[in-house]
Nanobody, 115 residues
Framework: QVQLVESGGGLVQPGGSLRLSCSASGFTIRNYGMSWYRQVPGKQRELVASITLGFETNYVDSVRGRFTISRDNAKNMVYLRMNSLKPEDTAVYYC?????????WGQGTQVTVSS
């Protein structure tokens, strides 16, 4: 069974840091590009960061320089390191992979940035 499970979210003060983790099972991530998305109520899900098979990374402008996506193929894990967090980063964060034209999503992990 193909599954993605996110963890590491929580409440953090502005300027703080969090590291999100995504554990994949039922498939091998080394064969796929992986992504992190986020969503706030009433808005569309937004692509935050992606990493290719060759470890090339891309970021939405609003997080570039603050967030870092990485992958550990040996552990079948994907990470999102988030530094200098802002209140506008508050959202549910989702791990994503597209396999055979279909999107696979995790259950999401809530990140709340507030003082």
């Amino acid at each position: 069974q193909v599954q993605l499970v996110e963890s590491g979210g929580g409440l953090v003060q502005p300027g703080g840091s969090l590291r999100l983790s995504c554990s994949a099972s039922g498939f091998t991530i080394r064969n796929y590009g992986m992504s992190w998305y986020r969503q706030v109520p009433g808005k569309q899900r937004e692509l935050v960061a992606s990493i290719t098979l060759g470890f090339e990374t891309n970021y939405v402008d609003s997080v570039r320089g603050r967030f870092t996506i990485s992958r550990d193929n040996a552990k079948n894990m994907v990470y999102l390191r988030m530094n200098s967090l802002k209140p506008e980063d508050t959202a549910v964060y989702y791990c994503n992979v597209r396999r055979y034209g279909f999107d696979v999503w995790g259950q999401g992990t809530q990140v709340t940035v507030s003082s």
